[in-house]
């Protein structure tokens, strides 16, 4: 299947359906969802209680019968049938006009490189299921690429690095197609999982689900506007009371840089496997991070130091795949040959 620029004009939506959170872009409104992939689901009923932003603040907070449930996992649809009650809740009445205008209604989706046949029929499958005629499935390599601004159609090199929540993506593309690319299974969750260790064997105290993402943002940030130690609070492990803790932000730091070393990996393979007049481009146009998890403190200069690249952080690094895929929807992007997924 060739998935041309021409037939993604036709299609009226753009749907990001990540691990942690879902996208959707409608054609002439912009970006109108961007919510934690999460539903609270009542196990005795089956009836979906919260989705979005309100079930995730019930994560961990729930009585036995209330589940908080990821229909979306590594990029990949687990759950259909929850997938599809959840975006019926979060696009709510904004697609469901635009649909109703067009019954032949066309949507796009981003998939992770590499998505096997099922995850593919997955995808299909969940926005068939919402009233999509036909679903044309696009590299989110490609997509993030676009949505970053590289000119990707162009007869040169250029390197993304997208950073989801549960893997990470590494490509170099050129002429608008990936020329070699690399999926490594370490993304913000293994981030956060490595900072609840550090927590955990360091300061004896269990740290919530909620409390990981401020750490981080506190970890962000020079070292000048960054204190030195701050205040987490937790429960001990032993006594199971709560209690506070202050936290060395440099041995923080320095507790999630082995899981970023995978990222390391990831990208020494890709470039490896480039040929050399391609590496010779990204010497000087460096390479670019998208994904929420670009944002992780100390993974730009830790990329920097590894590979004397230059490094940037997209603009927006969350939306880039999403907003790149608007972008091809809206007939803003020039002719480029994409690597087609067939459904
Ligand atoms: N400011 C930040 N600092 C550090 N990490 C962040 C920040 N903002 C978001 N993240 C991390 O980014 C991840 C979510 O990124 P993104 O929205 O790109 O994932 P996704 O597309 O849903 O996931 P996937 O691509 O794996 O399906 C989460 O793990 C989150 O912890």
């Given at each position: ?92 009445d ?14 796009a989706?981003?998939?992770?490189y ?6 593919q ?43 989801g ?17 690399e ?63 202050h936290?060395?932000?440099e ?39 998208a ?11 830790m ?41």
């Amino acid at each position: 299947m060739t998935i041309s620029l021409a037939q993604l004009r036709r299609c009226s939506a753009a749907v990001d359906l990540g691990a942690a959170r879902t996208r959707v872009y409608v054609k002439n409104q912009g970006l109108v969802v961007d919510e934690p992939t999460v539903a609270a689901v009542n196990t005795r009923t089956g009836s979906m209680l919260a989705v979005g932003a309100q079930a995730e603040v019930m994560d961990g907070r729930t009585p036995d019968y209330i589940r908080v449930v990821r229909p979306v996992s590594n990029g990949t649809v687990v759950d259909i049938d929850l997938a599809q009650r959840l975006l019926r809740h979060l696009v709510g009445d904004k697609l469901r006009k635009t649909w109703r205008r067009r019954p032949s209604m066309r949507a796009a989706v981003c998939l992770p490189y590499g998505s096997e046949p099922l995850a593919q029929r997955a995808a299909v499958e969940t926005l068939t299921g919402l009233g999509a005629r036909r679903v044309e499935l696009v590299d989110t390599l490609v997509a993030a690429a676009v949505g970053c601004g590289l000119p990707v159609e162009q007869p040169e090199a250029t390197m993304i690095v997208v950073c989801g929540a549960g893997t990470t993506q590494v490509a170099v593309l050129s002429l608008g197609s990936i020329v070699a690319a690399e999926t490594v299974p370490v993304g913000g969750n293994a981030i956060d999982h490595a900072v609840i260790q550090h927590l955990r064997l360091h300061h004896e105290l269990m740290l919530p689900n909620q409390s990981v993402r401020p750490l981080h943002l506190m970890l962000s940030g020079d070292g000048e506007l960054t204190p030195g130690s701050t205040e987490v609070h937790g429960r001990d492990v032993v006594s199971g009371l709560a209690r506070s803790v202050h936290v060395d932000t440099e041995r923080v730091r320095r507790a999630i840089i082995t899981p970023l070393t995978a990222i390391l990996d990831g990208i020494s393979a890709v470039l490896r496997r480039c040929p050399p007049d391609l590496v010779a481009d990204l010497g000087e146009r460096g390479i670019m991070l998208a994904g929420g998890s670009a944002l992780i403190p100390g993974l730009e200069p830790m990329i920097h130091e590894a590979t004397s690249m230059p490094v940037h952080i997209a603009d927006q690094p969350s939306t880039c795949a999403v907003q790149g895929l608007g972008a091809m929807i809206e007939g803003k992007v020039q002719p480029l040959h994409l690597d087609p997924m067939a459904p």
